[in-house]
């Protein structure tokens, strides 16, 4: 089995860009835009560095799909536009042909990391409650229920995403070198 010369060097140039992404996003929610777009003219310049104008158009489109994913929790202030940033420079490094994987990967470790966060009780699980009793318990007070959730900008009530794109990115690159 030969070495991925480009697949090394990506895992090498995400790796610390990632751990610096969430450690920023852990302690304070925030994904800055130097290291986001940062990352994203990085991915777009490495793509065309090893592939030409054809890896640039396909990170680029792979950038573009990643926007489009996180634009509707975006709109609905589910998601922060770090994460979106975030998102669109992981997909540029991954590309077009690893894309579903990846955001598959991506939604699974979401999911994983607001269990884990409720668990530890660092994330509020009242928002998530609220949602499930409006569903099914007919005889819960919408009302009160609403007032008792944390207000979307509070710490309590926000999940860094920006852990789950990096498990998800590297669920990504360690999938891809398992198939070679």
Known sequence: MSPDYGLCLRALLLTPWLIALCVSDVRRRILPNKLTLGGLAVGLALAAGLGGWSGFLDALAAAGCGVLFLILPFLLRAAGAGDVKMLAACAAFVGLAQLPFF?????????????????????????????????????????????????????RARVPFGCAIAIGTWATLVSEFLAK
């Open 103 to 155: 955001l598959m990967a991506v939604s699974f470790a979401g999911l994983f990391v607001a269990l884990v966060m409720i668990a530890m009780k660092q994330v509020s699980a009242a928002r998530l409650k609220h949602a499930f009793r409006t569903l099914f318990d007919w005889r819960y007070d919408r009302k009160a229920g609403k007032a008792a959730i944390p207000k979307r900008d509070d710490e």
